[in-house]
């Protein structure tokens, strides 16, 4: 794991890996706080890392290099792993296939109504020199898999992660993703993911002008990705004001992959919204979309 001044939640962190009696690399980026001691106490491999041009994927990467146990699990100091799944996690580290395993991240939001999200990241994979993470912000390690003969599957291990209560300093934080993105996307531009996740970026932080223009971009540069068709369709749809174009790039999504059942479904209320005139936002709310 990565770390810098987590000693308000790195206990409760360590408290719910303990169980798994595991190997602890944690990675500490700057802290001037108890973090590292904290880490210490719990007999962790404390390393520190030069962040001072930051890249997340490096920081990961250095921690993997330091780990000596056939299998990893990577997890944050905001989220704990459920009780429930110590004995998954156990029985994932007893095999012996080379699979990456997807975890269920529910995310809770702090405030009225606790609302609660649930996304799928690849969080335990094997020790293998050829897994590594890539990009500076959001890294991944999901395209490294499959590239070394690995395959992704998905389980029942849950975490909680919780967000940040101070949403001014999310959104700062998230704006400095963002700027570290466009520096990426600049310097990658034949890098499809990198501006799939930065459209994703500019709807988070209410950028709506730059989402759909980059999404429009992504569908000039790769007019044969379906997934980029049905971006744009998400787009135009809710922000665009314009369903007729919403229509067609939902069914160009779907002629380029057939069994995409959102692009079908989110064809539907294209269709609907173009008879009636009625507006997409009063028959459903918009998707996660990517």
């Known amino acids: 794991m990565i770390v810098k001044n987590e000693e308000r939640y790195l206990r409760r962190y360590l408290d719910s890996v303990r169980p798994l009696r595991a190997e602890l690399i944690v990675v500490d980026t700057g802290s001037t706080d108890a973090t590292p001691a904290i880490a210490a106490s719990y007999g962790a491999d404390v390393a520190t890392f030069d962040f001072s041009r930051p890249d997340f994927a490096a920081a990961r990467n250095y921690s993997l290099g330091r780990a000596s146990a056939r299998w990893i699990m990577v997890i944050d100091a905001d989220e704990t792993l459920r009780s429930s799944s110590v004995s998954l996690v156990q029985a994932i580290a007893a095999c012996s296939e080379n699979v990456a395993c997807c975890v269920r991240r529910h995310n809770h939001s702090p405030g009225v109504g606790c609302n609660t999200s649930v996304d799928n990241y690849i969080r335990i994979f094997p020790n ?23 395959v992704i599957i998905r389980t029942d291990v849950c975490t909680d ?6 949403l001014e300093a999310r959104r700062r934080k998230n704006l400095w993703y963002l700027g570290i993105m466009e520096e990426e996307v600049k310097a990658d531009p034949a890098d499809l993911s990198r501006h799939m996740m930065l459209v994703v970026a500019y709807h988070d932080l209410g950028m709506f002008d730059r989402e759909v223009a980059l999404a429009e971009r992504i569908v000039r540069t790769w007019p044969m990705n379906p997934e980029a068709h049905f971006n744009v369709g998400i787009n135009y749809l809710f922000y665009g004001q314009n369903p007729v174009r919403a ?11 057939p069994d995409n059942p959102m692009a079908a479904g989110w064809l539907q209320v294209a269709e609907v919204s173009v008879l009636t005139g009625i507006n997409p936002g009063i028959l459903c709310s918009k998707p996660n979309t990517l």
Request: aromatic fraction near 12%.
């Open 128 to 150: 293998r020199p050829e897994y590594r993470f890539k990009y500076r912000v959001h890294e991944s390690v999901d395209a490294s898999i499959p590239a070394g003969g690995g």
């Open 161 to 166: 992660h919780d967000f940040a209560s101070d």
């Open 247 to 257: 229509r067609s790039e939902f069914r160009e999504s779907l002629r380029l992959q």
